[in-house]
């Protein structure tokens, strides 16, 4: 039989749906691997009306993963730009759009960040005042208001995705649902499709998933995640990571400082001064702590 090409569109265990040419097909990995992600361009063999062997994975433009000390996890394969959902209320977390933006720099894929809930105007100061620190680093900043302005926000929006493959992240209550249902109008049917053909019919609402965007493109959606782990990023990873650090990198007293508590080091000299948020720079050594305990 001959070989297909198709799309990752969900994962769910070891359990893949693929789009081909607009046709869902059931499809399973050759022996245990589950090294598939959601944006995977894959080979397919049919092995029945509506199932298929993934025979090979095309090289990835971009891989977005996660992990902890005892296991990575893929989150997304061929993105090119990443969202970060956040909201006037309830408060976010700077821990994780700081990972995401992270990951997105040692992946190669551009970030953005959504403010949602403008219309929250009491806590919108505040928000504004936040999101601020990364727009002053250079993330480009998107303000909506995916219940009051939904016109207005489908006209921001949706021409950032055209073209693009990009997934939306962020913590749950941002929003996040509510974007994917104004900017995908099927979204609900497509997930009802999904989760019935990989789970004959169980209620599955935890999994990555790909809508194919009608101007073109892909929307990726995933499960909010309350970890962000970046253990395999290494050190020397972590340091270009983040942006800022950029400038001052190279004026450190030893050439192999780790910009934790060296004297001499421009990066805590950058802090003391001001010019890197104390903020970040915490969570750079947060980050250096954990890749330092890495066991595989
Ligand atoms: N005021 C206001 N509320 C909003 C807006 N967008 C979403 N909400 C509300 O915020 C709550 C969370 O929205 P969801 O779209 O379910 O958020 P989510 O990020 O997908 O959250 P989870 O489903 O928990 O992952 C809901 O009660 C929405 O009605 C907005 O622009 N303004
Ligand atoms: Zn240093």
Request: glycine share 8%; charged share 25%.
């Amino acid at each position: 039989m001959k070989e297909m090409l198709g799309t990752i569109v969900a994962a769910h265990g070891r359990h893949y749906l693929a789009d081909v040419d607009g046709r869902m097909l059931q499809c399973v990995t050759r022996g245990k691997k589950t090294n598939v992600a959601v944006g995977d361009i894959v080979h397919l063999k049919r092995t029945s009306d509506d199932q298929a062997v993934i025979e090979k994975i095309d090289e990835r433009k971009t891989l977005l993963y996660r992990s902890d000390q005892y296991k990575s996890k893929l989150l997304a394969a061929n993105v090119t730009r990443l969202f970060i959902v956040v909201a006037t209320e309830p408060g976010f977390t700077d821990d994780l759009v700081s990972r995401a933006l992270v990951a997105c720099e040692a992946a190669g894929v551009e970030a953005h960040l959504i403010l949602n809930k403008t219309d929250v105007e009491a806590q919108l100061p505040r928000a504004r005042e936040r999101v601020k620190v990364y727009a002053d680093l250079g993330y480009p900043v998107h303000e909506v208001s995916a219940k009051r302005h939904p016109e207005q926000t489908v006209a921001t929006l949706a021409p950032l995705l055209e073209g693009q493959s990009s997934i939306l992240i962020g913590q749950s209550g941002m929003g996040k649902s509510s974007l994917v249902n104004l900017l995908v109008p099927e979204a609900d049917a497509a997930v009802r499709e999904i989760s019935e053909a990989l789970d004959a019919g169980k209620h599955t609402t935890t999994f990555t998933r790909l809508y194919k965007l009608p101007g073109g493109g892909a929307l990726i959606d995933s499960p909010g995640f309350q970890e962000f782990g970046l253990y395999h990023l290494t050190e020397g990873m972590l340091e270009r990571a983040f942006v800022e650090f950029g400038p001052h990198l190279g004026g450190c007293k030893f050439y192999n400082c780790r910009h934790l508590a060296e004297p001499h080091c421009s990066i805590l000299q950058a802090v003391e001064d001001g010019k890197i948020a104390r903020m970040r720079h915490d969570l750079y050594k947060q980050l250096v702590h954990e890749s330092s305990q890495t066991l595989y």
